[in-house]
């Protein structure tokens, strides 16, 4: 398993203070020579040749098409959820108000009760 300090005992890392901060966190250095100055990224002279921007508009649109498709599950999720909710909400309003009729019950027959005894006496 993957953990900090299992990344961090790799060759790539190191944790001595003479290697260059790579993050905000002062523990994490890597070494100098696995650092690329901004630099030399632009002025790279790579650029897309016509199979590798097709390649990338293909992946993208198949990615768009998943996304969507997934976008339209979640929404139908979504609904089912709403409507199990509301019932629920139904439900329990309901449980609130048979549980209010059932204390005044309650409340009635007491009386009752103590009227009853108290005739009784």
Known sequence: MLTRNSLLDTPMYSTSRKNRSISSDSSLYLCQSQVMPTTSLESSQYSLDASDSMY?????????????????????HISVLSNALQSSTTLLDRKEQLIQERDTLIRELATRLLLDRQRQL
């Not at 990338?56 to 139908?76: F, G, S």
């Open 56 to 76: 990338l508009l293909a992946a993208t649109q198949r990615t768009i098409a998943t996304l969507t498709t997934e976008n339209e599950e979640l929404r139908e």
